[in-house]
T-cell receptor
Framework: AQSVTQPDIHITVSEGASLELRCNYS??????LFWYVQSPGQGLQLLLK??????LVQGIKGFEAEFKRSQSSFNLRKPSVHWSDAAEYFC??????????????FGTGTRLTIIP | GAVVSQHPSRVICKSGTSVKIECRSL??????MFWYRQFPKQSLMLMAT?????????EQGVEKDKFLINHASLTLSTLTVTSAHPEDSSFYIC??????????????FGPGTRLTVL
């Protein structure tokens, strides 16, 4: 069974500082990996995804993530955070559709607080 | 972009009553919708997969007689929590997959429904 671990429950970063949110996954084959952001009153929004190819993927809002198979990791990064980035971030893993299992498994989330 | 709505956004009910939550895809058709439950400071847990015109597929440990799912059209799925109890209080989130695509990345999430059972 697939699983996702986000070891940091809460991270506080100063506005303008760099950010890295950690994500480790467990899956028997090559996974589909996602990062979502959840803001109060809004649905989860997809930031970026990795399916195959280049292991460094670019997403929306200036975010990027790097897939490292050897470390089973898919960490999210942003070089300079903005106050509007304060939210809950979820990493998720999905089985490849051609295996017939299209469910997403989410990590427990990391709450990001931005201080002036 | 694609929008998924949920109604109501917040509901408070008495123990023993039933509550219906609607999930609508506003500008696309969704053959498949998903229902998740999120506890405070925890992850989203998939409850069931809803397919238009057929019975929902429930995850292990989810009582299908308690959480009734109906996906009667390509834009609407409903979750009914029957005989609700305080332990059913939670944040319920739906997502909808764009039928035109079908791959994992075209799953759009609703804003969630906060259910409080007194």
């Amino acid at each position: 069974a697939q699983s996702v671990t986000q070891p940091d429950i809460h991270i506080t970063v100063s506005e303008g500082a760099s950010l890295e949110l950690r994500c480790n996954y467990s899956y028997g084959a090559t996974p589909y990996l996602f990062w979502y952001v959840q803001s109060p009153g809004q649905g989860l929004q997809l930031l970026l995804k990795y399916f195959s190819g280049d292991t460094l993927v670019q997403g929306i809002k200036g975010f990027e993530a790097e897939f490292k198979r050897s470390q089973s990791s898919f960490n999210l990064r942003k070089p300079s955070v903005h106050w509007s980035d304060a939210a809950e971030y979820f990493c998720a893993v999905g089985a490849r559709p051609d295996f017939g299992n299209e469910k997403l498994t989410f990590g427990t989330g990391t709450r990001l607080t931005i201080i002036p | 972009g694609a929008v998924v709505s949920q109604h109501p956004s917040r509901v408070i009910c008495k123990s023993g009553t039933s509550v219906k939550i609607e999930c609508r895809s506003l500008d696309f058709q969704a053959t498949t919708m998903f229902w998740y439950r999120q506890f405070p400071k925890q992850s989203l847990m998939l409850m069931a997969t809803s397919n238009e015109g057929s019975k929902a597929t429930y995850e292990q440990g989810v009582e299908k007689d308690k959480f009734l799912i109906n996906h009667a059209s390509l834009t609407l799925s409903t979750l009914t929590v029957t005989s609700a109890h305080p332990e059913d209080s939670s944040f319920y989130i739906c997502s909808a997959r764009d039928s035109a695509s079908g791959s994992l990345d075209t799953q759009y999430f609703g804003p969630g429904t906060r259910l409080t059972v007194l």
